[in-house]
C-alpha cells in the first residue's frame, strides 16, 4: 500500500472476520489495532498495558467499553505474536 492510498474503512465485525479467514495483511492489521488503541487511551487517558494489568479480573472488565478495549489489546499482541512466527518459520526454512 502505497502513501496516500485510501484506507478501506470495515466494521468491526469485517475486521474481524478478514483476519480470522487471514485475508487482512498482518501489519495492516498492527496497524489497525495500534490506531484503536490510541483512541481508546486517549479517550481515558491511561496506556493499554496500564489499563489492561488494573481491569483484569475486576467488576470494571464488565463495561462494554472495558470490553472491547481489553479484545482490542489482546488482539493487537496476538497478531504480532502470529506475524512473527510467520516470519520465523519462513526464515527457518529459506
Known sequence: MSIGSKIEKLTKEEFIEKLRARKLPHDEAISRLSEQLYLYEKKY????????????????????????????????FRTIQSRFSIEELSKSVA
Not at 53 to 71: C, H, K, N, Q
Open 45 to 76: 487517558n491511561i496506556r493499554s498495558e496500564v489499563f489492561y494489568r488494573l481491569i483484569v479480573g475486576t467488576p470494571a472488565e464488565d463495561v462494554p467499553d472495558f470490553i472491547s478495549w481489553a479484545m482490542c489489546y489482546r488482539s493487537y
